[in-house]
């Protein structure tokens, strides 16, 4: 019987203990700072997080499926990049139109490496975080991308805009969040990346196509950086050429204290977002108590080890190793 509930202690720790956190987290900073809980605070916290919570979105469809996406963040610079010198030469809509067949291609040449090869995602998306940076910089020439009219575009919407009193950035975030989860809760594909997450041999022998579900994926997660690519264009109507740089560690650690298994077969959209969410809260929260920003990497690292930890220890049914 202890035994038992020593057991439900621990996968109670493991599905609730990061929002437990969270939770102490929030009223721990709203009692040392009041503006934290600020509607504009709370507002400025999500509207920056979505663009980190649109790509998060994506690669909760590559975890799943039990692999790793660590190219993001230099897809997204790309995508920035490219929208932001094609809007001036072909018009917003085309350079839009073409930025995203650009970003596609590249997450289907991934997929392909990764589902129809079976390459090891890790060295693959590591290796390609290399080259999309390198075409990146050949594409922009080794400079920063500004657009020459920003008074008279109305490209600034996605990044700028607001509808009924809501940030668009919020909307868009919202809307796909809303759509993916539908997509991965709901409807075959969905329980097919569950499926060749949990166990990929299995899912083989039942007649799932398990290459093109891995395919799949990374198309899904590359449309999602190349939406964040138009968020983060439109926002600032220019960008430095390694804007996204580094955000493939934040991107994978928002989808792990969403819960979902680096293990692959477990994780929800919805736990996702509030992944992202717990991230941009604790780092605004260290801000408004005076702390200087580099802790926030120290903090990072820390919950992202927790996580980790809750999960493993989720499969094996204890804390800490029986060899220990």
Known sequence: ???????????????????????????GFALVNQRFIAMDNIFGVVRSSAILGVMALGVTFVVIGGNLDLSVGSMMSFSTIVVLDLHDKIGPVMAILAMFALTLALGAFIGFLVGYLKLNSLIVTLGMLSAIHG?????????????ADKAGTWFSVFGQGSALGIPVPILIFGLLAAALSL???????????????????????????RARVVFMTYIVSAFCVATAGLLQASRSLGSQNTVGQGMELEVLAAVILGGASLLG??????????????????????LL????????YMVTWAI??????????AKRGRLWSPIA
């Open 304 to 313: 992202i080890i927790l996580a980790v930890w809750l999960d493993v220890a």
């Open 289 to 296: 108590v005076g702390l200087d920003f580099y802790v926030q």
């Open 265 to 286: 077969g477990s994780g929800t959209v919805f736990k996702t977002v509030i992944g992202v969410l717990i991230l941009g809260f604790i780092q605004n929260g260290l």
């Open 135 to 147: 075409l990146t910089l050949t594409w922009s020439g080794g400079k920063n991308m500004d657009i």
């Open 183 to 209: 997509l991965l809760s709901k409807t075959p594909f969905g329980r097919r990346v569950y499926a060749v997450g949990g166990n990929g041999r299995a899912a083989t022998f039942s007649g799932i196509p």
């Open 1 to 27: 019987m202890a035994g038992l509930t020593k057991q439900g202690m621990v996968q109670i720790l493991a599905r609730q203990g990061i929002l437990i956190a969270f939770a102490a987290f929030m009223i």
